[in-house]
């Protein structure tokens, strides 16, 4: 057998076929086009355009922060702090890169108040952010920070502190964990006392920890100051009062406001019950509830004084005007109309000072529906005041064209009408003002209205003032509004609750007053809601509420007596007690 000659690779037939000439040129063409577009690009992005790398790298290290605007502080009108942002820590986490020890997770569950449960749980919770806990104080967030816990971190931000703590809570409100405001003034006015946040670039280690402060994008712009109309003394006083009637009558609830004849401006809002705005951790809708503005009721008597100084501004009567209430019983249609005792003939000034329906009813019945309901709107009911208060409610009141004889005459003596407790002591401001009728304000004043509506003549106004202190003198209904030193006038209110469509036998006690008589300087409104402890009626349980505030805001504000220091129910016979007085319903 012929033995092969073996091929070797030098040798292979293939090699003997030669490449064509360009082949290799265009190979090398292509191999230097690429070098040179990698080349092009590189300087591009680093020469040119860095902005993408720049980017990815500063993703990587470079973060972007918030810096906390601090909120505005309140104040009341003499600058006593009654709201201020104090400086608080948040400890948050990036759960991928935590990495803690059972010790570790024990003594930062420990600091943060926490069951290690909960701590691990939140770690767990598989986000590339989470809050461990909010608002810590800064001597807390410091032993968590001695800790050096890897993805552990901390941020600045502000907690809201009230001084007054439930003296002020109904005024105030509340701001929430990031110090926006939810309640009362704080959200009311929330977009001038929370500011601009600003933010600054910084650089960050792999741990997450700041190692560099680059440059300030955007500083803060804190919040403005606030400074309320109200008086914290007067406020102070105002809410004493008002818890000792609750607990002396067992009401369900009460609530009392102050303005200031002359300016408009609310010196004191208070309501029971309350709560502490720096503790809000058992919280019910009732303590959160500003009865003052948010709450309507059937107001009762304390309307009859608007019908009858419509009266008198008319020229229909005048205060010595006799009218006849017997037998102290009115038939309207259907319905039946009564006093609480039979006073027979009764001059107009002492159909306010006796509180009479029938006299009332007679009165209001020379008008038709349509004057009466254009006094009322006038007055500011039936329509929010627009303080700028959340929640303000506007009440109840019907169109004049709806209205049946029978409502007519029960509306002149407040039911069949809805109104809150501000915009009741809001009316009584033309009788205080001598027929002018000013818009209330929350805020400081620093200049004054001139000015106001007109409601009244000023004559008008001034014979009803002299009526309104009858009512709080012997045989009126509401003696023990009286006070040492000073005239008073006002006007009891005794209402039965409607729930639903039917009355109940629970009653909301009220009181309405102006002090001096002479000239008015403070205007007292005061509700109290389902006393239970045997009394009910205005003159008994609201009333003396009226005296206890309105003495001492006198004093605080250094007005001067009109009145002899002997209150006028004493002067009469001293020793001998103030016979009960029943005011119709």
């Known amino acids: 057998m012929k033995k092969q000659r073996p091929v070797t690779f030098n040798h292979n037939p293939l090699l003997k076929n030669g490449l064509p000439a360009w082949r290799p040129r265009v190979v090398m063409l292509g191999l230097m086009a690429c070098s040179l577009a990698l080349v092009g690009r590189a300087t591009y992005l680093q020469g040119v355009n860095n902005e993408f790398l720049q980017a990815k790298g500063e993703s990587r290290y470079a973060r972007v922060l918030e810096v906390p605007a601090t909120r505005g502080r309140v104040t009341d009108r003499h600058g006593d702090m009654l709201a201020v942002s104090t400086p608080v820590r948040s400890i948050w986490a990036i759960p991928t890169d935590v990495s803690l020890s059972p010790a570790d997770t024990r003594k930062l569950a420990g600091l943060l108040e926490m069951d290690v449960q909960e701590l691990n749980r939140r770690i767990a919770a598989g986000r590339d952010f989470v809050y461990l806990k909010r608002q810590v104080s800064p001597e807390i967030a410091q032993q968590i920070a001695d800790l050096k816990l890897a993805g552990v971190h901390q941020q600045q931000e502000y907690r809201r502190y009230y001084p007054g703590g439930e003296v002020m809570a109904h005024v105030l409100g509340f701001t929430g964990v990031d110090d926006k405001g939810q309640e009362g003034v704080e959200l009311a006015f929330e977009g001038s006392l929370a500011g601009k946040p600003g933010s600054r670039r910084v650089i960050r280690d792999r741990r997450g920890q700041i190692v560099e ?255 309104l202190e009858l009512a709080t003198g012997p045989g009126g209904t509401a003696p023990r509004a009286q006070i040492a030193g000073y005239r008073v006038a006002g006007k009891t209110g005794t209402a039965i609750k409607l729930e639903g469509a039917h009355y109940t036998n629970k009653y909301v006690s009220s009181f309405v007053g102006l002090a001096p008589a002479s000239d008015p300087r403070l205007i007292v409104a005061v509700m109290i809601d389902e006393p239970s402890a045997g009394q009910y009626y205005g003159g008994a349980v609201a009333a003396p509420v009226f005296a206890q505030i309105t003495e001492g805001a006198l004093r605080a504000l250094g007005v001067a007596p009109d009145a002899p220091l002997v209150p006028l129910q004493l002067a009469q016979k001293p020793g001998q007690p103030v016979p009960p007085v029943r005011e119709s319903m």
């Open 213 to 467: 402060d680059v440059e300030s994008i955007r500083p803060p712009r804190d919040g403005q100051d606030l400074a309320l109309s109200v008086d914290a003394k007067i406020q102070y006083l105002a809410y004493s009062a008002l818890r000792q009637a609750m607990q002396t009558h067992k009401a369900k609830a009460g609530a009392a406001v102050v303005l200031d004849a002359r300016t408009g401006e609310v010196l004191a809002l208070v309501n029971a019950p309350t709560y502490n705005p720096n503790n809000r951790s058992n919280l019910s809708g009732a303590q959160l509830r500003n009865r003052v503005l948010t709450d309507v009721y059937e107001p009762g008597s304390i309307m009859k004084p608007f019908v009858v100084g419509l009266a008198l501004d008319r020229g229909k009567v005048l205060p010595t005007t006799v009218i006849d209430t017997s037998p102290g019983r009115m038939t309207i249609g259907r319905a039946t109309i009564s006093d609480s005792h039979r006073n027979g003939a009764l001059t107009v000034a002492q159909v306010i000072q006796k509180s009479s329906n029938i006299g009332t009813v007679k009165v209001a019945m020379q008008f038709s529906p349509e004057e009466m309901w254009r006094l009322y709107d006038d007055l500011g009911f039936g329509k929010p005041l627009n303080l700028g208060f959340p929640g303000e409610a506007g009440g109840r009141l019907r169109p004049a064209r709806t209205w049946k004889p029978i409502e007519q005459a029960t509306m002149s003596y407040g039911h069949g009408v809805s109104v809150s407790l501000i915009q009741m002591a809001h009316a009584y401001l033309a009788f205080a003002r001598n027929g002018e009728l000013l818009p209330l304000s929350l805020t400081r004043l620093d200049t004054p209205p001139v000015s106001g509506k007109r409601i009244f003549s000023p004559e008008t106004a001034r014979e009803m003032r002299g009526m």
